[in-house]
């Protein structure tokens, strides 16, 4: 299993406060994403990460932002939480340069957010 | 755009053979993934197809059809644990590596 770990893995908030997911990775991929799941959405993307300190949007980026200071961890923050933004968040890497057939995402456990 | 459509649920005996069909409409296409998430934990990678074919792995295959925007996944001798929702994914290409996921198709497995 690729080593990717998310924290907090259970979090409930207040709406208006500032919430940070952390994705740690040991696996030294360059790719990293992360993504929220919905019922009836599936998976859709936030933001990600080709490198350090290079990140851009996805689908539904409006109201977080991401960090990548090192290559091993990428940060999610919502600055100020909306009950919109309760949602099951997953990490996930990928390499194609490492996987060089597909460039599979790996991902973390999920982080599962709640805001009230 | 990106459009992804796979039935919302299915259900199938244990035992028999199931197909979960995908349609896709991307901007690009650069490779289709399925993948099998279990209720309450993380997706695992099932299989890939970037040519026109069919890919078999075990029970499970794998069919693209590029002219037509269309895959399917084929589960064979279903067992209880298959029980899960699939995922159908697109990598549209253009210098980023980012998939674009349908909503899943959550089948459930009866003896």
């Known amino acids: 299993d690729a080593g990717i770990t998310q924290s907090p893995r259970h979090k409930v908030t207040e709406t208006g406060t500032p919430v940070t997911l952390r994705c740690h990775q040991t696996?030294?991929?360059?790719?990293m994403y992360w993504y929220r799941q919905d019922p009836g959405h599936g998976l859709r993307l936030i933001h990600y990460?080709?490198?350090?300190?290079?990140?851009d949007k996805g689908e539904v980026s409006d109201g977080y932002s991401v960090s990548r200071s090192k290559t091993e961890d990428f940060l999610l923050t919502l600055e100020s939480a909306t009950s919109s933004q309760t949602s099951v968040y997953f990490c996930?890497?990928?390499?194609?340069?490492?996987?060089?057939?597909?460039?599979?995402?790996?991902f973390g456990e999920g982080s599962r957010l709640t805001v009230l | 755009g990106q459009n992804i459509d796979q039935p919302t649920e299915m259900t199938a005996t244990e035992g028999a053979i199931v197909q979960i069909n995908c349609t896709y409409q991307?901007?690009?296409?650069?490779?289709l993934f399925w993948y099998q998430q279990h209720a309450g934990e993380a997706p695992t990678f099932l299989s890939y197809?970037?040519?026109?074919g069919l890919e078999e792995k075990g029970r499970f295959s794998s069919f693209l059809s590029r002219s037509k925007g269309y895959s399917y996944l084929l589960l064979k001798e279903l067992q209880m644990k298959d029980s899960a929702s699939y995922l159908c994914?697109?990598?549209?290409?253009?210098?980023?590596?980012?998939?674009?996921f349908g909503k899943g198709t959550k089948l459930s497995v009866i003896p």
């Open positions: 996930a890497i990928s390499d194609p340069l490492v996987d060089i057939t597909t460039g599979e995402l790996f």
């Open positions: 696996e030294n991929h360059r790719y």
């Open positions: 990460s080709y490198g350090v300190k290079d990140t």
């Open positions: 991307t901007s690009g296409f650069n490779g």
């Open positions: 197809n970037v040519l026109d």
């Open positions: 994914a697109v990598h549209s290409g253009a210098g980023s590596y980012q998939l674009t």
